[in-house]
């Protein structure tokens, strides 16, 4: 989409109604994998799903979307101009703070969450996690579409074995222990991924040695999310095998298969690339 400096002052700026939600669609699946969770949530729940949120038009247009409350995740047109995708994500960083509500994670590509800190940074604390570069990847293609043999998706009993690990994995990765913040929401959060069919699992003699969640299915992707391995069961193959069968079941079923690594997990890196996963963009997240 051209635009035209001198269309700067045909701004508008409101948050999406129902009217909105295939525009919205349409928005966000320009980029389908950099944009998953904005598009998941709205498939899941409708355009009520975003909870509290802006969206930006110019010239009637849709140019921008983010979320506004705890979990701040942004989308911009990338054919605007350097200028216009800063002014968009300023008018975001407004909400944000008129909102009264200290963000507990920014999300997004790495220039808009760039952008967006230079306005908010005098007015949060300084980030508890800051993971400057986080690559994300997509799978398109596997030679072997292998259906599921060891891993499964997980069942209500593989609770107590599944809040642990996905517990061990969040402080190893992000270094904040969530049941010490809300064990029993923590518990509810997992319980309905499991209801949702969104968490896999593979159980060797009776010990739970991987597992991986889902955070957006939509028609395009399926987004994975917490891939951990038991620690003592490392180099093992199990992740391996694991991701092997993952993404040869949603490869089936799917389009694509998507994730996002920090950059210096340099292990996970090797192994996502061994399987065929390409870097397609790279997000930025702090965390509070």
């Known amino acids: 989409m051209a635009i035209r400096n001198d269309d700067l002052d045909r701004w508008a700026v409101r948050s999406l109604g129902w009217s909105d939600q295939t525009a919205a669609l349409d928005f966000l699946e320009r980029e389908p994998i950099m944009n998953a969770y904005l598009v998941s949530r709205i498939l899941d729940e409708g355009i009520a799903g975003?909870?509290?949120?802006?969206a930006v038009f110019l010239r009637g247009e849709l140019v921008g979307i983010s979320t506004v409350g705890w979990n701040v995740v942004m989308a911009v047109e990338r054919s605007l101009s350097h200028e216009l995708r800063d002014l968009v994500v300023s008018i975001f960083a407004d909400q944000v703070t008129r909102s009264g509500d200290a963000p507990r994670a920014i999300i997004s590509e790495v220039s808009l969450v760039e952008a967006i800190w230079k306005p908010i940074s005098s007015w949060v604390a300084w980030p508890t996690v800051w993971r400057d570069r986080?690559?994300?990847?997509?799978?398109?293609?596997?030679?072997?579409?292998?259906?599921?043999?060891?891993?499964?998706?997980?069942?209500?009993?593989?609770?107590?074995?599944?809040?642990?690990?996905?517990a061990a994995m969040h402080l190893e990765?992000?270094?904040?222990?969530?049941?010490?913040?809300?064990?029993?929401?923590?518990?509810?959060?997992?319980?309905?991924?499991?209801?949702?069919?969104?968490?896999?699992?593979?159980?060797?003699?009776?010990?739970?040695?991987?597992?991986?969640?889902?955070?957006?299915?939509?028609?395009?992707?399926?987004?994975?999310?917490?891939?951990?391995?038991?620690?003592?069961e490392r180099r093992n193959g199990w992740a391996r095998q694991g991701l092997r069968e993952i993404c040869g079941h949603l490869l089936r079923r799917h389009r694509r298969v998507s994730l996002f690594v920090n950059d210096f997990n340099k292990p996970a890196i090797g192994l996502y690339e061994s399987l065929g996963f390409r870097p397609i963009g790279v997000n930025r997240a702090l965390i509070w």
Do not use: N
């Not at 990847?137 to 009993?157: F, G, K, N, T």
């Not at 029993?184 to 069919?197: A, D, K, N, T, V």
């Not at 896999?200 to 395009?220: D, I, N, P, W, Y």
């Open 50 to 54: 975003l909870g509290d949120h802006i």
């Open 173 to 232: 990765e992000v270094g904040i222990d969530p049941l010490s913040r809300d064990a029993s929401g923590y518990r509810q959060r997992i319980r309905e991924l499991i209801s949702q069919q969104r968490s896999m699992v593979l159980f060797h003699r009776g010990k739970l040695v991987f597992k991986t969640e889902f955070s957006a299915v939509t028609t395009q992707t399926v987004q994975l999310m917490g891939v951990w391995t038991r620690p003592d």
């Open 134 to 166: 986080q690559p994300v990847y997509v799978l398109d293609h596997m030679d072997d579409l292998s259906e599921l043999d060891a891993v499964r998706y997980a069942r209500p009993a593989d609770l107590d074995a599944l809040v642990p690990a996905c």
